[in-house]
């Protein structure tokens, strides 16, 4: 049996959620998953149809972090079990080092997480926290460099790219649905991520904003919602691109992965954002599962994502000229649909039932 804690799972959204609930189905078919996990809107309906054994724990934030280490500790103490997995350094720091002894222990880094400067207090909880596992998990080689350079000198870290859940079949009414959003459009670019300083949105207007002269045709969707909204809507109306650019902040499964299939090119140039950075990317793998390139940032992980010039291209999501002349790159003379041949074929290295392989390994 293996046991998962985690802060981040489904029904709540993002990338961490995801990698969570993917790893959690692909350790399915090497035994029984137990999963202990925070409370969200939705999340009975979602564990009554799951295949997995979700117990979820309530709570104001103080007490429930106890609460879960309590549930932890004891399950390990009564249970046999293969291996724990923690999706978090918060999630193992309240666990006491006799406990995980008694199995094998993953936490899982990813970036903005780790991304405490050194000597500050939640540096040293992190480093002492992390410090208990058997194995950390990085998942990317630049989330890896990183927290060896804020402190842990330990050799246990291990890079295992998340996997990926797509692709997904589209059903017929929901490839109607994106056709309509689209239209004639061309090029036809996407971004699937929160509205969040990191993603660099306002520099993606703005660049679509130069591009329509070239490409008067052009329609950008965001789907995602966070802090940036009403910032990006009032620029949005500021360049005059109510037409061109719609945001989406809430959508299905289905009309979602219907609107990445049938876009040109996913775009998200992610810079550094205060102590936020992109630490892999899933999503330009869950694009590159439709066929589609993309466009990254240079900053963070990207680099594992994206193969820069066959699956997709990195840019200066700060400047607004690497922006455009990135995406000018990869639409002329339809460069774009050779990336994605190439990026479909690279997203198959990332399939969970290949990426949890790594683990299986180690346990």
């Known amino acids: 049996m293996f046991l998962i804690t985690t802060r981040n799972f489904p029904p709540d959204i993002g990338g961490i959620q995801n990698l969570m609930e993917g790893l959690a189905l692909a350790l399915l078919n090497h035994g029984p998953v137990k999963i202990f996990a925070d409370s969200f809107v939705g999340a009975e309906n979602y564990d009554q149809f799951s295949k997995l054994k979700i117990e979820r724990v309530t709570g104001f934030k103080f007490i429930k972090k106890y609460r879960k ?41 990813h970036s903005k997480e780790i991304n405490h400067a050194i000597g500050t207090s939640l540096n040293k909880r992190m480093l002492n926290a992390l410090d208990k596992a058997d194995y950390i998990v990085a998942n990317s080689k630049f989330t890896k460099k990183l927290i060896e350079n804020l402190g842990f000198k330990k050799t246990n870290i291990k890079i295992i790219n998340p996997g990926c859940n797509y692709p997904l079949k589209v059903k017929p009414d929901f490839k109607k649905f994106a056709q309509k959003k689209y239209g004639n459009s061309f090029p036809k670019l996407i971004t699937i991520s929160r509205l969040d300083g990191r993603k660099s949105h306002q520099n993606i207007l703005m660049t679509i904003k130069n591009l329509l002269p070239k ?149």
């Open 69 to 109: 280490a309590n549930l932890v500790r004891d399950f390990i103490n009564n249970n046999e079990l293969r291996a724990v997995f923690f999706d978090h350094w918060k999630s193992i720091e309240n666990i006491d080092i006799d406990v995980l002894k008694k199995t094998k222990s993953f936490c899982l880094v």
């Open 215 to 363: 490409f008067p045709n052009l329609k950008y969707i965001s789907i995602g919602d966070g802090e940036k909204r009403e910032s990006l809507e009032n620029l949005k109306i500021e360049l005059e691109l109510t037409k061109e650019v719609e945001f989406i902040y809430k959508t299905t499964e289905q009309e979602k992965i219907g609107l990445l299939q049938e876009s040109d090119i996913f775009l998200m140039p992610s810079i550094i954002y205060k102590k936020s950075i992109e630490g892999f990317g899933i999503s330009f793998i869950e694009a590159a599962a439709y066929g589609v390139p993309s466009i990254g940032g240079i900053y963070g992980g990207e680099a594992d994502a994206i193969i820069e010039g066959k699956t997709g291209y990195l840019c200066d999501g700060n400047d607004l000229s690497s922006v455009y002349q990135t995406l000018l790159k990869t639409l002329n003379n339809d460069h774009y649909k050779e990336l994605g041949t190439n990026a479909l074929e690279f997203s198959k290295q990332f399939s969970w039932d290949k990426i949890i392989k790594k683990y299986i390994e180690l346990i």
